[in-house]
């Protein structure tokens, strides 16, 4: 769920803005057919490319491209693979991200100065995403879904109890950080994500599609280590509040305000439509916690 929600809130703006221009001669309910476009650009979402003759550049989220022709410019697939036949030749860089690159030929027609780029995960994840976008608000309840959640409590516990362990200092920092001042920990990681989604569709609109593939990745590892140092901290944050609340001080344990605060973030998340408003507030006050972080640490 955590990886749909990066996705809804980081990468569909960037798909919703790649999809503005799409050139085509043939298109139907799941395919594109690309006759011969040598100087249109081919943006899809949801859908598999064919270029049988030619087309400058091909960018597709969610589908296969499959390259039969010629294409000058670059080709790039998000959550879907890229195909190239046998006598086809792709001029320009080949990235893909959740899929994989495959040449039919041995020593496929390139261009030997360009770059080929593959990141091969999340590819039924984004997929999945694509297919059906309103099942990321209100998921369907089933035995599997239920058991996902159970390794997810198992998951944070172990993860929240390990980075207690090792790093003591800097949650505890971190949790009396965001009791003092939550509304600028939360501000500033809202601005902070605001401007990184900003600077990533900048990088897609200007510069070459080989940079946006390594940048992208790049950003979503950082987003995903700061995602699990915040969430840790809230869990521990919120674990305290409700243990002190609701329970007698001889009862207390730093073990038990964890569970409680991995459960309280994990049945949050569950809730439909109400989990995508908790997943904004984590992944805000995780940059927020982050970027504070730098400032503490000077002071």
Excluded: C
């Excluded at 770059?115 to 091969?120: C, F, G, L, R, S």
């Excluded at 172990?158 to 800097?170: D, Y």
């Excluded at 990681?189 to 900048?202: E, R, S, Y």
Aim: charged share 15%.
């Amino acid at each position: 769920m955590v990886i749909a929600g990066l996705a809804f809130l980081f990468v569909i703006p960037i798909s919703i803005f790649a999809q503005t221009e799409i050139s085509a001669d043939t298109v139907d309910e799941s395919t594109i057919i690309v006759n011969d476009a040598p100087e249109s650009d081919v943006y899809a979402f949801g859908k598999n490319v064919v270029v049988k003759t030619s087309a400058h550049g091909v960018l597709v989220f969610g589908g296969d491209v499959t390259i039969e022709g010629v294409v000058q410019g670059d080709v790039a697939a998000i959550g879907g693979s890229i195909i190239q036949k046998k006598d086809a030749f792709i001029g320009g860089d080949v990235i893909v991200f959740g899929g994989k690159y495959i040449p039919e030929s041995a020593e496929p027609k390139r261009d030997e100065t360009k770059e080929t780029v593959m990141i091969a995960m999340f590819e039924d994840e984004i997929r999945e995403f694509v297919k059906s976008p309103a099942s990321v608000f209100a998921p369907s309840l089933s035995w599997k879904y239920l058991a996902q959640r159970l390794l997810s409590v198992l998951f944070w516990f172990v993860i929240s109890l390990a980075l207690t362990t090792i790093a003591p200092g800097a949650v505890s920092r971190s949790v009396a950080r965001f009791q003092l001042i939550p509304g600028k920990v939360f501000g500033i990681g809202v601005v902070g994500f605001v401007l990184t989604t900003i600077v990533v569709i900048g990088v897609l609109s200007f510069l070459p599609n080989f940079i946006f593939a390594v940048f992208i990745p790049m950003v979503l590892v950082l987003l995903g280590l700061s995602f699990v140092y915040g969430r840790v901290a809230l869990q521990v944050s919120v674990g305290k509040i409700l243990q002190k609340r609701f329970l007698s001080e001889e009862h207390q344990s730093e073990t038990f305000a964890i569970l409680i605060g991995v459960l309280f973030w994990t049945i949050l998340l569950t809730v439909p439509y109400l989990w995508i408003g908790a997943l904004s507030v984590l992944i805000s006050v995780s940059v927020g916690l982050v970027v504070t972080s730098r400032s503490v640490a000077r002071s």
